[in-house]
């Protein structure tokens, strides 16, 4: 009797083995990554991990600059993106980390020697970031290790894009070069020549999608070049002036043939892919920033509104107030769209101790329904990002901060 209690005991414990051992592949699968900048080079704004709310803060760590001897940007810009498990992002403190997305442990730091305001992209065993000195570089992404840089004629505050061997990024003085991805080699630049006494600032990256590149310049064209030569394919006047860095998404979003951008009026307009001619504008509230969940959706996110609209014919699905603004950005994963926020605080109603904090809420994108909210002990003006099961944010403080499911 003893004999077979141990048989069945035996039997069941690797049946357990088994069963572990089969549920392991599919865990490590529902960890998506959030590679680049708005997260593909399409900047669709939307990832499929699959977020389940609510989520806590599990960790933020401070990388923010020291200035009491050196005019640092207030606002923190870099973008963090998340791949295999771990978090990438610059900062004004001059350095690039790698920092486990789990525990927020630092895996390695890079000393870039310059501000870092620019959002990185990460593919295969390569992290590519631009610098404020004009330097674009290519590390090794296991050990941080520089393994080739290229300077471009001004500083870089695009997120590069990286496609069939090949980084695609522009600089801030109306230039765009084309690269080779193993060794930096240029490939090809294009210059608009545009001739202007003072450049704005447009904190703006290139759009990539069949073969092509969209992308602003400073005089408020949006202009399609070939990514094989770089030659203009056609242009459009979409804005007179630029307003201030991150305030208004100046990144095109590519989504089914056609270009979603915001023009100087805060209305989306649509584009075609092809062409360049407008396919419809969407002004149902003054846009500054939007999704792409679908070929039947977008989402056009205002300084206080979220509206999801019927992108054939117009109709508004769903409108929502955001419980603070001004609106910083949104983002999506799944079935679940971001927004993050910047509130003022008043103690004691006294002004000289005012300052600005940020908010994050989760709306449901079927139907607008708020799913979840949470406080933040910054400003943020740099995007946020969704992956790893998870949502990474740097905000203006310099805190990096992620939040995972409870």
């Given at each position: 009797?003893?004999?077979?209690?141990?048989?069945?005991?035996?039997?069941?414990?690797f049946a357990l083995l088994l069963l572990s051992g089969c549920a392991a592949p599919k865990a490590a699968l529902e960890h998506k990554d959030w590679p680049t900048y708005l997260y593909s080079g399409s900047r669709a704004n939307i990832s499929d991990d699959k977020l389940t709310l609510p989520l806590v803060m599990k960790w933020d760590k401070d990388i923010s600059a020291f200035n009491l001897f050196k005019a640092y940007p207030k606002e923190q810009l870099s973008v963090p993106v998340v791949s295999g498990g771990a978090l990438f992002t610059g900062s004004t403190n001059e350095g690039f980390y790698t920092v486990d997305f789990d525990s927020g442990r630092v895996l390695w730091r890079f000393?870039?020697?310059?501000?870092?305001?620019?959002?990185?992209?990460?593919?295969?065993?390569?992290?590519?970031?631009?610098?404020?000195?004009?330097?674009?570089?290519?590390?090794?992404?296991?050990?941080?290790?520089?393994?080739?840089?290229?300077?471009?004629?001004?500083?870089?505050?695009?997120?590069?894009?990286?496609?069939?061997?090949?980084?695609?990024?522009?600089?801030?003085?109306?230039?765009?070069?084309?690269?080779?991805?193993?060794?930096?080699?240029?490939?090809?630049?294009?210059?608009?020549?545009?001739?202007?006494?003072v450049t704005p600032r447009i904190y703006a990256s290139p759009a990539y999608s069949n073969g092509r590149l969209y992308l602003f310049f400073s005089d408020g064209s949006l202009v399609c070049l070939s990514a094989e030569n770089g030659k203009e394919v056609w242009s459009r006047k979409i804005v007179k002036m630029f307003d201030s860095a991150q305030q208004t998404r100046r990144t095109p979003l590519v989504s089914y043939g056609t270009v979603y951008v915001i023009d100087d009026n805060n209305a989306v307009q649509a584009l075609s892919e092809e062409t360049g001619e407008v396919k419809g504008i969407y002004n149902i509230i003054k846009a500054y920033d939007l999704v792409a969940p679908d070929k039947s959706r977008l989402v056009i996110a205002g300084i206080s509104q979220i509206v999801s609209i019927d992108r054939i014919t117009g109709a508004t699905l769903w409108k929502k107030e955001l419980r603070y603004s001004p609106l910083s950005s949104v983002f999506a994963a799944g079935d679940v769209l971001f927004a993050v926020s910047n509130q003022k605080v008043t103690p004691f109603g006294w002004e000289f101790l005012s300052s600005r904090n940020g908010y994050m809420q989760a709306f449901d994108l079927k139907d607008g329904s708020v799913l979840w909210e949470s406080g933040l002990s910054s400003s943020i003006t740099a995007n946020a990002s969704a992956g790893s099961s998870g949502v990474a944010l740097l905000t203006d403080k310099g805190l990096l901060t992620v939040f995972k499911t409870r």
């Open positions: 009797m003893l004999r077979n209690f141990s048989r069945k005991y035996i039997k069941a414990a000393d870039a020697g310059y501000p870092l305001e620019a959002p990185a992209t990460v593919e295969g065993p390569f992290v590519f970031f631009g610098s404020s000195d004009g330097y674009i570089r290519c590390l090794d992404r296991a050990s941080g290790k520089e393994l080739w840089r290229f300077r471009a004629r001004s500083e870089i505050l695009s997120g590069p894009v990286v496609k069939d061997g090949r980084v695609y990024f522009s600089s801030s003085d109306d230039r765009v070069y084309a690269l080779g991805a193993s060794n930096g080699e240029k490939l090809w630049s294009f210059n608009r020549g545009t001739l202007q006494t």
